[in-house]
């Protein structure tokens, strides 16, 4: 785990360090996550403020920027729609990039417009 992100109100809820937060479709990239045990970080609780969203995302940024798989796992949450904070993207961004998610309830995205 990188030593970047020092958890406070974060703290590893999972002590298991072959947990992932991809686990039950682990993808061989995902065993050299750098998130491993910060799951809380990289998805929102239901009704998250926007404040505590941006506090949370730049904690997971901190991971993100050091980790090694960082491009496989963006690709990953890009073709499969996900939720949540993955290689260094929000769902926003990916819908930004042209990656929509499949249903965007609660999420607040703008349509592209071509
Ligand atoms: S890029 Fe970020 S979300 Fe993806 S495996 Fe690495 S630390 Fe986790």
């Known amino acids: 785990m990188s030593d970047v992100y020092q958890g406070d109100d974060y703290e590893a ?9 991809v686990q039950g479709r682990l993808d061989a990239w995902a065993h050299l996550a750098n998130c491993k045990g910060y799951a809380k970080l990289f998805f929102g609780k239901t009704a998250e403020r926007p404040q505590a ?3 949370r995302e730049v904690k997971a940024h901190s991971l993100c920027m050091l980790c090694a798989v960082k ?13 949540g904070f993955w290689g260094d ?11 929509t ?14």
């Open 13 to 21: 809820f999972d002590s298991d360090p072959e947990q992932s937060i």
């Open 53 to 55: 969203r941006v506090r």
């Open 71 to 83: 491009t496989d796992c963006r690709l990953f949450a890009r073709n499969n729609h996900e939720y």
């Open 89 to 99: 993207e929000n769902e926003e961004s990916r819908h930004e990039a042209g990656f």
């Open 101 to 114: 998610l499949s249903s965007p309830i609660g999420v607040h995205i703008t349509p592209i417009v071509h």
